[in-house]
């Protein structure tokens, strides 16, 4: 059905509670002006929840609260709230009302509470009150003796509110983790669930020997809300809610690279880590996968990039002292701040406090560069599912962040779980790259290292495995070198080089032995043939003489030719006038005598 044009849709409004997380997944906190339910079984954080909203009203917001308590009196819950460093006591604006029943306390006659609600109204109404907390409210229906009753006094106190227009909090113990699938029919909060505008849901379990803590929104009237179940840890500061959904923002996809601190391996790569992608390093014990970390972090220092390395096997220190021998030195980072190094201890905690601890840390430092030195750390403490659900937040939330995350992961070994939570994780990252041993390993006598880049998305990159060199001077890939169809690393690959080394020499040497018997023999025929020429140019030589005596000779005679020619014309045609004929210029005149 369409709604009618003539009704306004509008959204509800809403009070924040100042819980980290639990804001988000509300898209905005409890509903204002109406009642929220907490329930859950005893040590799941329902008082500390109520507590922390009203709190954070007054300190945040300056929303004066009222928290009625049933089940401790308020010395207690003010000792107890200092733990988490707040001081109620000096909260002007925050009243607390001690509403314990006496524990031999039987109800008589008549029992409601209109009594209760009376002096709350004058209360709140004095300090002008927007927020109020009625904690263990099952502790009071419990002295109801049935549930017509019961009924009727949460009906009287959800009216009342509604009335008082305060945001309101119950909470109250329910077990969730039965197996009826509607416990609140045989508990005294009876219909309570249906009635309220939100109810919320926290169950505190164990997961192999770890603490899990989780949140549920099962309502949550005209409004939309994360409806999967949500980690939470109660910390130094309270409750922490970790969203399972997080909004990676849209816009540009980045594109700008930054250098794994190797050189080769940015070739490899197509010019280093694209900004903001995830990268994993898998790889045996001893296989450097540190060594690799720490160049990233040594390379984000060079850029004065704020970097945050979180590592689970070693101290800090210890990483900084080793990582000086192959020429890594991080030390001037850690000194100025530009590098922090945070030491996590597997075990003290569960998989949810880990990841809110290190949320905290980016929310402190504002690192753009991050290490998590191993990621496997996590299979310890979690089973297979949680820890491909942290790898999973933990990328979609590293990405919203802009932050350039690299991690470190042994391969899984023997278990088939943990191996597959890896391999999980892997196929999640941007890039994968592997590191290994080569060449048989110990078999072949020594240990040669081999890096591998199983993917890298969005990256056009080398499919070949390059051999991983640690010395003094640093690290250093070489190019890959294959021999009748093996790859070949260290010794054996130097003994290679060298075999061909040697024969190339050999070739070389052949080569130029006959290179120089040829040039000999060219030089000689050169000789000889320069004599050849020296001949054949002296022969020409005289033959153009030859030409040339002929040439004249030819001449000469052609000349005498034709003068008797002219003599025999001018005999024929006789003298003219008595005149004797002219000579030719330079020849002697005939003496007619002589004829």
């Known amino acids: 059905m369409n709604p009618s044009n003539d009704i306004a849709l509008t959204e509800i409004a809403k009070a924040l509670t100042g819980i980290q997380g639990f804001d988000q997944i509300t898209s905005g906190g409890i509903p204002r002006g109406k009642a929220t339910l907490v329930t859950g079984g005893p040590g799941s954080g329902k008082t500390v929840f109520g507590l922390q909203t009203l709190a954070n009203g007054v300190l945040l917001w300056d929303e004066p609260g009222i928290f009625v308590a049933f089940e401790e009196n308020s010395q207690q819950i003010i000792a107890n709230a200092a733990s988490f460093g707040w001081n109620l006591a000096e909260l002007k604006k925050l009243f607390f009302v001690d509403a314990m029943p006496d524990p031999d306390t039987i109800a008589v006659g008549e029992f409601d509470f209109s009594g209760m609600l009376t002096l709350l109204s004058a209360k709140a109404s004095a300090m002008k009150a927007r927020r109020i907390v009625f904690d263990s409210l099952d502790v009071l229906l419990h002295l109801l003796p049935s549930p017509v009753e019961r009924r009727r006094e949460m009906n009287r106190l959800h009216n009342w509110l509604v009335a008082n227009g305060l945001t309101a909090m119950i909470t109250a113990k329910m077990d969730w983790q039965r197996a009826e699938p509607v416990p609140w029919e045989e508990g005294v909060l009876q219909y309570m669930p249906f009635i309220v505008d939100c109810v919320i849901v926290l169950s505190h379990q164990f997961d192999n020997s770890f603490s899990q803590r989780r949140l549920r929104i099962l309502k949550y009237r005209g409004s939309s809300f994360a409806e999967n179940e949500c980690p939470f840890i109660i910390g130094a500061f309270g409750l922490d809610v970790a969203p399972t959904d997080t909004h990676v923002p849209g816009g540009s996809i980045p594109t700008e690279r930054v250098s794994t601190g190797v050189e080769p391996l940015d070739k490899m790569l197509g010019g280093g880590f694209i900004r903001g992608a995830t990268t994993i390093i898998t790889g045996e014990c001893g ?309």
Not at 299 to 328: C, M, P, W
Not at 443 to 471: M, P, Y
Not at 477 to 502: C, F, H, N, S, V
């Open 287 to 595: 296989t450097a996968k540190t060594t690799l970390a720490g160049a990233f972090c040594e390379a984000a220092g060079k850029r004065n990039e704020r970097t945050l390395y979180i590592a689970f096997d070693e101290s800090g220190e210890e990483i900084v002292r080793n990582l000086r021998s192959v020429s890594i030195e991080l030390e001037v980072y850690v000194k100025n701040g530009i590098l922090f190094m945070h030491t996590g201890q597997v075990g003290s905690g569960t998989v949810e406090e880990h990841l809110l601890q290190i949320r905290a840390l980016v929310q402190r430092h504002r690192p753009s560069c991050m290490v998590i030195d191993p990621f496997s750390a996590f299979t310890k403490i979690g089973n297979e599912l949680t820890t491909q659900a942290i790898a999973a937040r933990m990328i979609r939330w590293v990405k919203s962040q802009g932050i350039t995350l690299v991690c470190t992961s042994l391969p899984g070994g023997a278990d088939p779980g943990i191996a597959a939570s890896i391999l999980k994780i892997a196929t999640a990252a941007d890039t994968w790259l592997h590191l290994g041993f080569f060449d048989g390993g110990f078999d072949g006598g020594e240990r040669n290292r081999g890096l591998t880049i199983f993917k890298s998305r969005g990256t056009k990159h080398s499919n070949q495995v390059a051999e991983l060199i640690l010395s003094d001077s640093g690290i250093s890939l070489a190019d890959p070198y294959t021999a009748d169809g093996r790859l070949l690393m260290g010794t054996m690959r130097w003994q290679k080089e060298r075999a061909d080394g040697e024969e190339r020499a050999r070739l070389e040497a052949e080569f130029e032995s006959k290179r120089t018997a040829v040039f000999d023999e060219v030089a000689e025929l050169e000789a000889h043939l320069g004599t050849l020429q020296r001949s054949l140019d002296a022969k020409r030589l005289v033959l153009h003489s030859m030409s040339g005596v002929e040439a004249t000779r030819i001449e000469d005679e052609e000349v005498r030719h034709s003068g008797v020619i002219r003599l025999r014309q001018a005999k024929e045609s006789g003298f003219i006038d008595g005149a004797r004929p002219e000579t030719e210029p330079g020849k002697p005149a005939v003496n007619e005598n002589h004829r």
